[in-house]
């Protein structure tokens, strides 16, 4: 609830027509071919709509296009719903794998391409859940391009 | 360079001899049975090593395994080598990622597994690299037992 | 009272109707079979409420079953009550508890287990009063669930 | 190792002789008649050593009693070993209870004891290990003198 | 008043009518049996109303009692008030006094009293106003109980 | 220990003779005609010492006055000790009350003496101890004199 | 106007005033007998009114007495308006003035003075404009109390 | 002394020989034609030194000339010296002056000026010291370009 | 959205009108003889707008000249839209270049104009695109007028 | 000077060269076939070495070529160099371009564009000095790959 003020007018209209028809992140993302994860980003105002997501979104949500249109158009302003470091303790652990493992991935990831960075704008990332006889995993995937630093 | 003064002992102990035999994080892990960052992770002082590591340490670097068992025993004081945000570029963009999609994350892996987090200690981690017709992508996939809130 | 935006929409419901039946955390505790310290978690939207919960608080706090659903769905998110380092002088002894013997501890539980963490989430506390003749005291139980960092 | 720029000069010279003797802190802690926590907040310079405990320390370590009574003499300068928010994950974990849980202690033990404080310094703590069918848990308990607010 | 929205419902209450009464805190302390800045703490929700002191400043100020007992109800929250390190000068004079001279004062209680800290719960402080020929002065006295490390 | 780096040259000079002297606070305070604070507040850089301070303290401490001209030379440069928020208890309990009573004393402060402040330049300080039946207490007064602000 | 909520509800008043007359802060002080900045200083709420300036305000600005003596009543809580670091450019080159020169200006102060501050409440200061042929020329001075530390 | 490791090898040259040769900056100055805080300025790195500045330094301070031109060679990396917000209570002042004044000082140099700054940089700035019947007053001035924002 | 209480009154009296109308800034640029930069700056409140400039929006946006005149009046109060660091993605590389190349920058501009600064007032910017096989690059443009600092 | 411990160990035996040899960077910048920014950030471990700019700037430099191959091996740590907000003022300057234009540059490139970022990685830039009858000015150009996000 105390999330809402940092988030765009499109927030709550999408998450309350999502209670509303109880649907999953899941069946919204076949509906428009994008991954979940992409889905719920939509939601918090952290991923863009194209103009078939937000007709979509329209008909399997329930909500008026035009109410999309306006409150999903224009492009995103990142990176507002969360201050750093996370407080909220799923979030955390992923900030703390970046805190521990920080050098350790940029050793390697030096080592396999050279001096540059992964991308994480020409990036996509999935989370998938996989069960075995100790339990239940949960596996997130990240996938960017390389970007070696140009010579100048 | 200026990291060494946060890092361990045991950290330029093993660079120097792995620059010196001119060996890749991969050799190694191969040598151990582990995955390159977890090898790149303990070159870092960010994860332990078991007794069979130092001494296969010891054999493919070259360095007098006494030596490696004082400066690689006891458990790990995790967390020294970053300071957040992080300022390398490379590991800058793993922290945006947190920070952009940490919600879209919670959102996903709360509607697939209920309350509770991903470990972050029963937890491991890995680097790909893929190549295609538009260039090189970095693949990172973290893997981690999902933990319920205990109901007290 | 300024406490309220950083709270969930279910929390002045709850300790509204708390203070209007005058009950006691204690009271509530024992109907739902949950530990004090959770229930008022639970209020101050830091833990889950199962469908059971929801339905006996509705009975005991006279508060209509559908409001408490509505406001109680869903999955808290957590860590938004605090700033750290905190300024409520009781939850900064907590604080500084932590910060004069967060290595003593952890040298206290590397050596009784080995490399990993109590779990704060496969976790439980509990809080009891004990009066002697220097008078009363305080005793706060952590009850964790050690795990082992993962070899990978 | 890169803390021990924090720590008093005491700190080196009780950690190594306690490698040397291959000594636990439930050992040194019989001899001391301490609690483990406390003989290891004793030796990062977070407890003051009584007279008998470096008497006692010096035999059982085999230290020079002059040497520790010139390093241990004076009163502890703590807080020192510690930058919060913690980025060491075992005590990040006690730093997430208390931030999750510090209003729900904080209201349980105001409706138990009145307007007040559990003393941080009036106060013991142990840890305790438990294990079941479940695995290990571990238990910290923390035990502090209520403290009233004066009236005046 | 941009302080209000950082205090209690009863902030406004009380001070509102006290500019409306024209009464001092030296006037209100007296009817109250308490210090003055014990009573100026009240009014900012630092310090915990007696039901007596809620009778009389019921009377004293022409507030209905049982919006008081309202407004006053519960255990005060603390901290609030104030960011650290306060902007205001009148309040910084303070917080540099512990700034430049906290070692000082650590060195000569811990000299004349021991290992352990003087309470800022089992406390009081009052305020005076001395004159001599140089002009005014004022005086501040804390009063707080001597709490000795507990051995453990 | 680790303070020590934070401190002027003069401060081990000072606090080692202090040692090996055996001398306290109040018997060096009694020599130079100083409070104990002041004399403490001088040994960590915090307060100046005038020539006669410098003389006293060669012959009471047995230093060479040549050497304490030399590293008492100068104006100290204040507020180095000590970061903020204070992590030694002790320290930190006064920082405490500044945080809690702050505007309670500036709403008492400007009732008695209107528009300005209790200056920290103009001022002294001093430590006492009470003992009762209930124990020690601490006693710490300042003394400021009080500065209006200029119309201008 | 985002400035606003952190201002005084006098600020408000006082400024839509003088844009709807038309008026200078020059033309202000001259009314006032007071100096520019000073007056801009109590239109921020940063300066106290006296009873002269604020039925001069009224006069001059056209407003009603009794709604200045309202607003205006009381004493500053200064220190709301701004932030540090600045980030309007015009403050911030102020800021960096301290910054930069700081040290420099403590020197030349001492050297003059000896040991003291230069007061910031006994204090006052005020903006020329100078113009020669390279153009114009902002001139501030700062005028304050030379404070020596007092010797206890 | 602990200021050192912030400042450039030349500031322990000049502050030593200063000391040596018992000079003022006001002496100093002098010489060089310079401003006494640009000077001081000088000698903290702040301020570069012109080819003729360090001609006259090595005269009136005795250093070899060409020890002051490779340690004054270059151009300052200013801002090193200071940590902001101050913690020494004389710089303090000067910070709280523009905490207070800022936005005031604003107010009246858009007024006076339009749309821009003062400038830092195209600036000079001097200390002079006053006395009157009620004591010293220690007055500095600021004077600096005023820069118009360029319409692009 | 969420960054709207940040802005000026006159920000979504503007961006609506823009929006309304579906002009791009390249259009209103065009109009008012200025950079696309600057225009858009104007929209966020970081830049003054000119008489002319007002009547030219008030013709091109459709928007009352008298309200342009009321919401765009004063000066602006600028640095108020961000938050450093920056967290949305593509300003935050823009702050990167800073971090990285900060000091790069100053030895070039120093080796080519000699101690001094690139003015951030007296200064214009611009953003081009250009296209090569490669793909889409953005070229931003910063030009500052050379400020010497004044020897003094 | 004390810039020197953030650097790595390459930097002085760089910097110490070109001082001997009295070079600028824009000679070394010509022998290598680079820009001088790229130059500087080389040697301040911002920017990575190819072989052939070591073999050319151990003859330009005349450091011998093992030396330069052993302390430019390896991959740069990028962000060391500097702390956020940035001390230096002429650094300081490029910051408050980003926090003031920071809106307004990427309202610019959305528009041009669509959604992404300009890439910091991707990226050269270069600075450049103009003179007219106002005096000098500073050109830096950001030239930049644009990267829009993926769809996923």
Chains 1, 2, 3, 4, 5, 6, 7, 8, 9, 10 share one sequence.
Request: aromatic residues 10%; without cysteine; neutral net charge.
């Amino acid at each position: 609830a105390s999330l809402i003020p940092r988030l765009p007018a499109s927030s709550p209209t999408l998450f309350e027509a999502k209670k509303a028809k109880n649907l999953t992140f899941e069946a919204i993302a076949k509906e428009l071919g994008r991954e979940e994860v992409a889905v719920a980003a939509l939601f918090y105002g952290q991923a863009q709509a194209s103009p078939e997501d937000i007709q979509k979104l329209s008909q399997v949500l329930g909500i008026q296009q035009s109410t999309l249109e306006d409150q999903l158009a224009g492009i995103p302003d990142r990176g507002r719903t969360l201050d750093m470091p996370p407080r909220e303790p799923l979030i955390y652990r992923l900030f703390e794998i970046v805190q521990n493992y920080g050098y350790a991935y940029k050793a390697v990831l030096n080592e396999k391409f050279g001096d540059g960075i992964m991308s994480a704008i020409s990036f996509s990332t999935k989370v998938e859940k996989e069960t075995d006889e100790k339990g239940d995993w949960a596996v997130i995937t990240l996938r960017g391009k390389w970007l070696p630093y140009s010579r100048f």
